[in-house]
């Protein structure tokens, strides 16, 4: 079965913040974790990026 992943990812820490699955994490559930979970790099104005990620 075919699995999307969001995949958080910092460009100023070069790091990957977290993996979330599509199904339990729509996009604003996304935002909503980002603004949560991942505060600092939001606060410091890091550069977020979302990327999608297709699994099978
Ligand atoms: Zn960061």
């Not at 913040?17 to 935002?31: C, E, F, M, Q, W």
């Not at 909503?32 to 606060?43: A, F, G, N, Q, T």
Request: positive net charge; aromatic residues 8%; contains cysteine.
């Amino acid at each position: 079965m075919m699995m999307e992943i969001r995949e958080i990812y910092c460009n100023n820490c070069k790091k990957v913040l977290g993996r979330y699955n599509v199904k339990y994490y729509p996009d604003d559930k996304i935002g909503d974790l980002i603004k949560s979970s991942h505060e600092r790099h939001v606060r410091e104005g890091h550069e977020i990026e979302i990327r999608r990620i297709k699994k099978s």
